[in-house]
């Protein structure tokens, strides 16, 4: 068997240092769009490698092989696979799947719950206001998809700052943010290698409602002020306490897209929050065009050793069975 079938194994290890770059230089509906994608067949990839890896091992046990009627000679003439590296990639693939099922089940349960919630709530009216002194904002996926906010945070905004917080709310809304959330965390559990896209990915939808919300406006310096202003208001009054697990907040979630390396300062070392407010007081992105070129070579380069790898694997089994 070709060594290609374990390249798609170290495809993902790029997926760290790639993942900041992507989501500060591109226009951001393209991050999100470029982040997931790239999240979904990193870890697709090396997950099928991890079972091709265990199948071929298991075909080498002579008891298999005769019950699928395969040539043990020949599966060992042609070395599909490694016994000592097909033990671990078979553990390997049984807790991704574990792992896997549980977040899918998990992520379903709450984008039901969510949906039910606003469901619940009465009327046709998007916008529902909670009496609560905690500033609050956030939006529910449903049919209708609600935008939630807190007393607390209108009584914190005037009016064109709250136009502003709708505008944001709307846009995750209307292109289902939720959605691309949840593929790139679902990615990342299958491969944590993976995690620093699915991180990115929570910043981006959050700066594509920024841009969304700016575009509305036409003023990109008074959303960098609401973003503040909410988020300072938020963290006073100790809201996002009830954010629930399919909702998207102005202030997205604690932790989303914060870089972990202790070497970088200032903004490189910023939580998602003060990145926001540095990206609306630049110009609007509109380049980098060519990373994402440049990333779509990548993601071919691992979907064809995927394919390869899949490829050769057939090519000795169909040997086997003829031998």
């Known amino acids: 068997m070709h060594l290609a079938i374990y390249l798609p194994l170290f495809f993902p290890l790029l997926a760290g240092p790639a993942a900041r770059p992507l989501a500060d230089r591109l226009e951001p509906r393209l991050a999100t769009w470029v982040l997931t994608t790239a999240s979904v067949v990193l870890a697709a990839g090396s997950t099928t490698v991890l079972g091709l890896i265990a199948l071929a091992g298991l075909v080498r046990i002579p008891r298999i092989a005769r019950l699928a009627d395969l040539s043990p000679a020949v599966l060992g003439r042609d070395d599909p696979a490694w016994v000592p590296v097909a033990v671990p990639a078979a553990v390997l693939l049984l807790a991704v799947t574990v792992v896997a099922s549980r977040f899918l ?146 202030l997205g979630r604690r932790g989303a897209g914060r870089r972990t390396d202790g070497e970088r300062t200032g903004l490189d070392t910023a939580g998602p929050v003060p990145r926001r407010v540095a990206a609306l007081l630049s110009p609007a992105p509109t380049g980098g065009k060519w990373r994402a070129t440049v990333t779509a070579a990548y993601l071919t380069a691992a979907v064809l050793c995927t394919v390869e790898a899949a490829q050769d694997l057939h090519e000795v089994l169909e040997r086997a069975r003829g031998g």
């Not at 790139?184 to 990115?200: C, G, H, I, K, Y």
């Not at 575009?215 to 202003?229: E, F, L, M, Q, Y």
């Not at 909410?230 to 009054?237: D, G, H």
């Open 105 to 250: 089940v998990r992520r379903v349960r709450a984008v039901c719950a969510a949906v039910l919630e606003s469901a619940c709530f009465p009327g046709q009216d998007p916008l529902v206001v909670m009496e609560e002194s905690a500033a609050d904002a956030f939006a529910m996926p449903g049919l209708p998809g609600r935008i939630v906010v807190s007393t607390g945070m209108l009584a914190t905004l005037d009016d064109t700052e709250r136009a502003i917080l709708f505008a944001h709310e709307r846009a995750h809304l209307r292109a289902h943010h939720y959605l691309f959330a949840a593929t790139a965390q679902l990615a990342a559990t299958a491969n944590p290698l993976v995690r620093p896209l699915a991180a990115q990915v929570s910043y981006t939808v959050e700066r594509w409602a920024d841009e969304a919300a700016a575009s509305t406006t036409g003023d990109r310096r008074r959303v960098a002020v609401t973003v503040g202003k909410a988020a300072l208001a938020t963290k006073r009054s100790g809201g996002l306490r009830r954010l629930p697990a399919a909702a998207l907040g102005l």
